[in-house]
């Protein structure tokens, strides 16, 4: 979103603030976006501000850290190192202080990200950080030079799980029922062009149960108070365009980077989970700034030190297709005159674990055979592609994508491309998403970027059938150097095709699964 583009011509270069939102554990996502911004388009700005877990990456900002290296800090974190219980607390039930306390991120996460408060104090970059004083019930906005580590963990000391932080006898605690990006602030100092990285949910999907309703307060005050800003700031951009007093005196540009990204506010225990978020920020940055005009230049890609790790499985599916082009959503019926039987019998060879789980498009080989009389009998696939949950609209539509190069017997090259659509709002159950494949045959070799002008041959839909997906799972075969590596690869590939499924069937549990 951009507001106040297209309107005068300044004559000075425009004072930029990068505003970090808050978005709990998301804002592993917000680091990627860091990369490609800092990095990649070399974007410099004059004012950064953070709130709420926005302070995280601000810190590493003041000291100094590159984009990357922000990123990095969150792809290589250990999710279980900054958990510790209150356990002083929790015999006491609803009356607990607290669910857990921030020791583990002061003792263990913070070290590992090399936080420094030293060199955060000294930093020459114009840096606000972001409290909620209860004592006073007022926001109290920190300049790097007065940052410390108690100030630092009240900035994300959220009630309920953390407890508040005492400074000079004054309590503390995180400012997001009050605001998740001080967009105030950065108008305050000046600045015309506000950069926002958010992360808060805008999905507008209302969830039972304590903790969902917990977190949709957030969603509340977060999102409302975002809008509210954005509207007077268009209010006095009109204004002033049409040659009038606005409210703020000068045009303000509002550049928003939003996202619904696939990680739960505090509840994660995956390390994959955290390098998907950041890996999703880096892709969606980079499109973002193709769209918006900016130029950038990808940076190496980040260091995968695992050993060589594979893993292999083979899917049997049948159905029919009927010819010409339909809009077929399901096998043809059996009466219909054009419809015949197709079948694959394809291997997904998965090469690098860590490659495909950090991947936002989760790609993975493919080899074996098309079956179809009408086509030519037994086709061997040329070369093929699978791809596993790819987010297409939102986080909980999924599909799951097959695209397999062959050739007739005529020697007329086809393409045939397969969805299965996995999505809570189809109403058809875990069972048919995930087993049912829409499949179209095109006439010549198409990428997916051309499949939309591409001649149809065949629609139709295939299918996995019960005792075809119990054969299937006996043909794991997994290859890593060691008997450990093995096991832990095929678990990491579990977890990942579970959590998807729960992020997609399972969100009246728990909004995104912490696997």
Known sequence: MTTGQGGERREASPRRSLILAGGGLKVAFQAGVLQVLLDEAELRFDHVDGASGGVFNLAMYCQGMSGRE?????????????VTPNWRELPKGPYARSLFTLDGYRRRVFPDWGLDWERIRATDREATFNLYDFSSNELE???????????????VALPMWFPPVVIDGRTYIDPVYLTDGNVEEAIRRGCDELWIIWTVSRRHRWRNGFVANY?????????????????????SNTAIRAGEHGEFGRLIDVRLLSAEVPLNYLVNFSRDRFAQAVELGVHRARQWCTDQGIPWKPGAPPDRPDGPTRLRFTERMVGRVAFGEHDVQDMPAPEDATAVDLALHVTVDIQGMDRFLVDPEHEASLRGEIVCQALGGRLPVERGTFQLFVERSDPEHLQMCYRLFFTDRAGHPLTLSGHKDVNEDSRRGVWKDTSVLHTRVLRGHVGIDEEAEAQVVATGAVRIRPADFLKQLTTFRVEAPTLAGRAATLGRFGRFFSG????????????????
């Open 141 to 155: 906005t920190v300049t790097a030079d007065r940052m410390d580590e108690d100030r630092f963990c009240a900035g």
């Open 215 to 235: 977190f949709h307060i957030i969603e509340t005050t977060a999102n409302g108070q975002l809008k509210h800003w954005l509207r007077r700031i268009e209010a």
């Open 500 to 515: 998807k499924l729960w992020d997609v069937y399972a969100q009246n549990v728990l909004p995104w699964s912490p696997l």
């Open 70 to 82: 922000i990123a990095d800090n969150w792809r290589t974190l250990s999710p279980l190192k900054g």
